[in-house]
């Protein structure tokens, strides 16, 4: 049983890893782009919406994604004042709770947010700065998506909770 849900955490794992590391170069895109614009605006007295626009536009695409990497590589921040002095069975069982609760949320979060989505895809949505950048849809598409990653990321999170609790399962079922 724990075989299997080691596989299930490597799997989604995995493709979290996979689809983090690939949004992580939208930081480097962002670097030169701010580069980019401060060269334009101060050398060549040349500023253009669009190319702000697209800053932001990285950014919300870098911290969406950033989120579900970050969890991946054990990024996050942790306050263990209780939770260090616990059982190991206590800290695999409040894992998985946390990451149950996580997944429920970021699947709620994420079907919310098609709605959100199809409207700005309906009206057509650009940016409403004369020279900006159109098609917002594709931006705020990344909203679900992103949630869907982190939704797939605490799957991986609870196979791993789950695999660590049950040996710690008596054969009557209570915690050690």
């Known amino acids: 049983m724990t075989g299997l849900l080691h596989k299930i955490a ?5 493709t979290v890893r996979i689809i983090g590391q690939i949004a992580a170069w939208s930081g480097l895109a962002l670097v030169l782009l701010v580069a980019l614009n401060v060269l334009f605006r101060y050398f060549f007295s040349f500023g ?19 989120m579900s990497y970050g969890l991946n590589q054990g990024g996050e921040v942790r306050v263990d004042i209780f939770y260090a002095k616990m059982a190991p069975g206590m800290q695999a069982l409040i894992d998985l709770v946390s990451n149950i609760t996580l997944g429920a949320i970021a699947v709620i979060i994420g079907w919310l947010s098609i709605a959100y989505v199809q409207s700005s895809y309906a009206i057509g949505e650009g940016s409403p ?4 950048l ?11 998506a992103a949630f869907a990653l982190l939704a797939l990321q605490a799957v991986a999170m609870t196979a791993e909770s ?3 609790l049950i040996p710690h399962i008596t054969r009557d079922g209570r915690s050690t």
Request: neutral net charge; proline residues 7%; aromatic residues 10%.
């Open 134 to 144: 159109p098609y917002r849809y594709i931006l705020k598409a990344a909203i679900p």
């Open 10 to 14: 490597g799997g989604a794992g995995g």
């Open 162 to 164: 789950l695999a660590r």
């Open 129 to 132: 700065d004369p020279g900006g």
């Open 48 to 66: 253009s919406v669009a190319l702000q626009e697209g800053e932001w536009h990285l950014m919300a695409v870098g911290a969406l994604f950033g």
